[in-house]
DNA sequence: AAGTAGTTTAGAACGATTTTAAAGTAAAAA
DNA sequence: TTTTTACTTTAAAATCGTTCTAAACTACTT
């Protein structure tokens, strides 16, 4: 399926911005990155794009469910290209982030989901730090 | 141990301010909480504080042990009085946390931590829906 | 008591993100 | 195809959480 087909498949219209970005992001390697980081890629590719806009494209498609967007407490929000249900390694120090495949995690007891309420997911975060 | 002298002991000078905020967060009772959320206690107590001095004793805390900061992608920080090793549960349409205590999960295999890297924490999110 | 290092504060500054509103574009209707 | 409609992009302004600045203040040491 080709990028234009995802983005209609998601309910989005494939305008140019939509697409410049669907194929920096949608080319199977997992990545994790900031709207900056993302703009930066754009530049590099001889393409421009207004932060606005930017903004906007990465909140569709995280609400599509093309991209996720990270648990972390660093001011700048981080998006993940690798949409599997997965953890991750977080250095502290510098912010670093690195994939754990789901199979690498086994949960051997899980407390009880509040009254009224489904799972909708586990995280699995390890925080790391560099040895002295 | 009173407040002083755990404040003291974290190597901070117990100042009028600090002593203001170790009342009301150092009290057993967990809870999570942002930085407005604890100057309108400050103010419901009959005190009142700097926003810039809420942040700066925030982090002191925070360095000292005495308070936790969640990983969590709201824009704003959340911190947590629970400063035991636990997990949580997260209403990610409300930004709701609840704890979950430490022996209420059980991880039956872990990931190799990277080259050069020591384990430092891991930290179980289970991203929950209100049932509809 | 005097010195000094650390702390508080109001307000300015900052940086990430969102809003605004006008111009542009994609899809639907005619 | 033309027209209409809803959606999208954009630069610039606004917003909001947080940090910085620098002057006044306070806790601790000598
Ligand atoms: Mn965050
Ligand atoms: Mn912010
Ligand atoms: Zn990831
Ligand atoms: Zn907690």
């Known amino acids: 399926m080709n990028n234009k087909e995802k983005l209609r498949k ?3 219209r494939p305008t140019k911005q939509r697409m410049i970005i669907a194929d920096i992001l949608l ?3 997992d ?12 530049n590099s590719s001889g393409n421009s794009m207004s932060i606005a806009t930017i903004y906007n494209c990465l909140k569709k498609f ?4 093309l991209i996720k967007q990270v648990e972390s407490s660093k001011d700048t929000a981080i998006f993940d290209t690798n949409i599997n249900q997965h953890h991750h ?3 502290e120090e510098t912010g670093e982030l690195i994939d754990i495949e ?11 989901i509040p009254q009224g309420y489904l799972n909708n997911g586990v995280e699995v975060l390890i925080k790391i730090k560099k040895q002295i």
């Open 31 to 42: 990545r994790h990155f900031t709207a900056e980081n993302l703009q930066n890629e754009i």
């Open 10 to 12: 998601a309910g989005l």
């Open 89 to 91: 390694f977080l250095d």
């Open 102 to 112: 789901n199979d690498e995690v086994n949960l051997r007891k899980l407390p009880k």
């Open 62 to 65: 995280r609400n599509c469910g």
């Open 27 to 29: 080319d199977g390697i």
